[in-house]
């Protein structure tokens, strides 16, 4: 069965400081990803997705990034945090087919920047 | 640029109802509906999905689809505490990603 990681689980971090979350999916292979924020009032945002190594489509124009280096591993970075960029980050992956494109979530990691 | 609506709530049933949650999406050339539940501090979970016009049912979930009326409902019968939570409608088509409404608070009062 498929399971996706998410780490860490909570952040805590300064304005400006950088930032490296990371997620990884077990048990599928080339799998579409997804960054999605979920910020307290607004619902969940879609940040950036990725249908293959290297390859990043961004949906929100921010001083965030994503990187995909591995068929199963997806990156969220950013060079300095802004206090707007709290919330909760959430990991998911899907299997495109013809007829199917659920999206499974992550556990997720809440961030804080103060 | 796409848009799925959902009454935030909260929305308070008796256990043992059924709860009735509603939908409304922009987007006419939408091909996939979801229902998320989540739990106060937990990711998505997914519960329902429905591609095409009609019901679908899954336990005590019914998943109802109106792509003329461009509308989403989900049914909960036999209502149970367990079932409060925040249901997440989502609409998609593709690889780039669902729109999700921002959620309606359900509470099942025992």
């Known amino acids: 069965s498929q399971t996706i990681h998410q780490w860490p689980a909570t952040l805590v971090q300064p304005v400006g400081s950088p930032l490296s979350l990371e997620c990884t999916v077990e048990g599928t292979s080339n799998p579409n990803l997804y960054w999605y924020r979920q910020a307290a009032g607004r619902g969940l945002q879609l940040l950036f997705y990725?249908?293959?190594?290297?390859?990043i489509s961004s949906e929100v124009p921010q001083n965030l990034s994503a990187s995909r280096p591995q068929d199963r591993q997806f990156i969220l970075s950013s060079k300095k945090l802004l206090l707007s960029d709290s919330g909760f980050y959430l990991c998911?992956?899907?299997?495109?087919?013809?007829?199917?494109?659920?999206?499974?979530f992550g556990p997720g990691t809440r961030l804080t920047v103060l | 640029q796409k848009e799925v609506e959902q009454n935030s709530g909260p929305l308070s049933v008796p256990e043992g109802a059924i709860a009735s949650l509603n939908c409304t999406y922009s987007?006419?050339?939408?091909?996939?509906f979801f229902w998320y539940r989540q739990y106060s501090g937990k990711s998505p979970e997914l519960i329902m999905f429905i591609y095409s016009n009609g019901d679908k049912e899954d336990g005590r979930f019914t998943a109802q689809l109106n792509k003329a009326s461009q509308y989403v409902s989900l049914l909960i019968r036999d209502s149970q505490p367990s079932d409060s939570a925040t249901y997440l409608c989502?609409?998609?088509?593709?690889?780039?990603?669902?729109?999700f409404g921002k959620g309606t608070h359900l509470i099942i009062q025992p």
């Open positions: 989502a609409v998609g088509g593709g690889a780039d990603g669902l729109t």
């Open positions: 990725s249908v293959g190594i290297g390859q």
């Open positions: 998911a992956w899907s299997v495109l087919d013809r007829d199917l494109d659920e999206q499974f």
């Open positions: 987007d006419r050339g939408s091909q996939s």
